[in-house]
């Protein structure tokens, strides 16, 4: 008997598209909830500009546009602190920080997917299991070993703490597994050694799992707050989210100038995430995996 048919003998029940009426119904109801998800996403953002630009004891009025509009705001973060030397140095190690990590990264992932040697998979499990763990439980201990190696107060102590990342090695370490293996058997049958395999085959097929791990690892060091905060003294190593911070002590309730300050600090992470979403759609466009 045909799977088409019931038990009874008559035709199994298909459910009916919807057409007409129906259909119509169905797509306004998706546009109306796209549309009020978009606005409740958006209004945050919105809220953060405008009440930058509003004077001080008009940030909290509770009015989403403001009835007198300032710069001054902008004018004291960008001239009156060191607000530059801020956004360089939490520029300089998030971007190293993201080099170094995709660099090691991806060599750890391409060896714990495809090389054989004893203890992978319990390195990899050790790994993994520190996911687990969550960052404030290793902020004592890390702070300890910095202060032995004599790194504290200095851009070693932003950046060598900050490289390693489990996910970042486990997401590649699935990404390499899906690459066919015949790609590796022909090179190899070629006279390619591992360290030509992962460059010339393994590094371009990647681009599209690297660019997605770069606006994730460099969102996530742009960002840093604690670990910089607990390693760091000097303003010259001071970072955005820091800087940022520092505001609430010195001035209080001017919250005016610590809006304006994070307007400055998303309007640098906004450019670099649409570079790297156009790089993202044109590795995957020419990364060659389906």
Known sequence: MSSDTLAGGGP?????????????RARA?????????????????????????????????????????????????????????????????????????????????YALARLRFPGRDGIFVVIFSTLLITP???????????????MLDSYAALIIPAIFNAFGIFLLRQFYLGIPRELEEAAIADGAGYWRIYRSIILPLSRP???????????????????????T???????????????????????????????????????LFLFFQRQMVESIKTSGLK
């Open 233 to 271: 003294s000097s303003e010259n190593l001071t970072v955005t989210q820091v800087g940022i911070a520092s505001f609430t002590t010195q001035y209080g309730s001017n919250w005016n100038y610590i809006l304006a300050a994070a307007v400055v600090a998303v309007i640098p992470m906004l450019m």
């Open 12 to 24: 199994a029940a298909r459910p009916t598209p919807l057409r007409g009426p129906g259909r119509r």
């Open 136 to 150: 404030p439980v290793i902020l004592i201990p890390l702070f300890i070993v910095v202060r032995e190696m004599g």
């Open 209 to 231: 799992i690297l660019s997605a791990l770069s606006v994730f690892f460099f969102l996530a060091n742009w960002n840093a707050f604690a670990w910089p905060l607990v390693a």
């Open 29 to 109: 109801g998706l546009t109306v909830l796209a549309v009020v998800l978009s606005v409740l996403s958006i209004f945050p953002v919105l809220w953060l500009i405008t009440s930058a630009l509003k004077p001080r004891e008009a940030v909290t009025d509770g009015k989403l546009l403001p009835d007198d509009v300032t710069w001054e705001n902008f004018r004291y973060v960008l001239t009156e602190v060191a607000f530059d030397r801020w956004l360089w140095n939490s520029f300089f190690t998030a971007a190293i920080i993201t080099v170094l990590a995709l660099f090691f990264h991806s060599m750890a992932a």
